[in-house]
T-cell receptor, first 113, second 117 residues
Framework: SQTIHQWPATLVQPVGSPLSLECTVE??????LYWYRQAAGRGLQLLFY??????ISSEVPQNLSASRPQDRQFILSSKKLLLSDSGFYLC????????????FGPGTRLTVL | AQSVTQPDIHITVSEGASLELRCNYS??????LFWYVQSPGQGLQLLLK??????LVQGIKGFEAEFKRSQSSFNLRKPSVHWSDAAEYFC???????????????FGKGTHLIIQP
């Protein structure tokens, strides 16, 4: 069966520091991968998605970036964190082209101080 | 563009009572519809999905949802809620393009379910 992992589970970082969040999927190949941010009371905001290694699409312009160095690995990064980057970050994978069925990881709680 | 509306931000239900969470979508083609549940500090878990066929779909944990095209709705129901059902519930919609492609999911803002003892 397929599983999706995210780490770290929680992270507290100072403003201006770098960020690296990792997401890996097991038990499948060539998944579509997604990064979402969930702010309190605002639902899910799609940040990036990837249909293959090295292929990244950005949905919202911001100081975050994403990379997919391996088929089942998706990384969310920032060179300098802002206070507004605080939130709950969710990674998801989909076995379907177009991402019509998505399965979510456990999430990472990021607090920027 | 697709949109999903969950009109109830919070709903309070007594334990053992029935539940209905509302979801309305806006899209011209046949939608693909989903309900997810999120416990505090956790990721989203898929409860059920509608792709085609029978408009009443059964999901996990005793939940069901009914697709009503005429009302553009996909309401989630449960005949008797348990305290463990307290969580955030998200409705989502996706669609296939005529050329066979798709463009991911659009999520509603969620409904927070509170269970009273």
């Amino acid at each position: 069966s397929q599983t999706i992992h995210q780490w770290p589970a929680t992270l507290v970082q100072p403003v201006g520091s770098p960020l690296s969040l990792e997401c890996t999927v097991e038990g499948t190949s060539n998944p579509n991968l997604y990064w979402y941010r969930q702010a309190a009371g605002r639902g899910l905001q799609l940040l990036f998605y990837s249909v293959g290694i090295g292929q990244i699409s950005s949905e919202v312009p911001q100081n975050l970036s994403a990379s997919r160095p391996q088929d089942r690995q998706f990384i969310l990064s920032s060179k300098k964190l802002l206070l507004s980057d605080s939130g709950f970050y969710l990674c998801a994978w989909s076995p379907l082209a177009g991402g019509l069925l998505q399965f979510f990881g456990p999430g990472t709680r990021l607090t920027v101080l | 563009a697709q949109s999903v509306t969950q009109p109830d931000i919070h709903i309070t239900v007594s334990e053992g009572a029935s539940l209905e969470l509302r979801c309305n979508y806006s899209y011209g083609a046949t939608p693909y519809l989903f309900w997810y549940v999120q416990s505090p500090g956790q990721g989203l878990q898929l409860l059920l999905k509608y792709f085609s066929g029978d408009t009443l779909v059964q999901g996990i944990k005793g939940f069901e949802a009914e697709f009503k095209r005429s009302q553009s709705s996909f309401n989630l129901r449960k005949p008797s809620v348990h305290w463990s059902d307290a969580a955030e519930y998200f409705c989502a919609v996706g669609a296939m393009y005529s050329g066979g492609g798709a463009d991911g999911l659009t999520f509603g803002k969620g409904t927070h379910l509170i269970i009273q003892p």
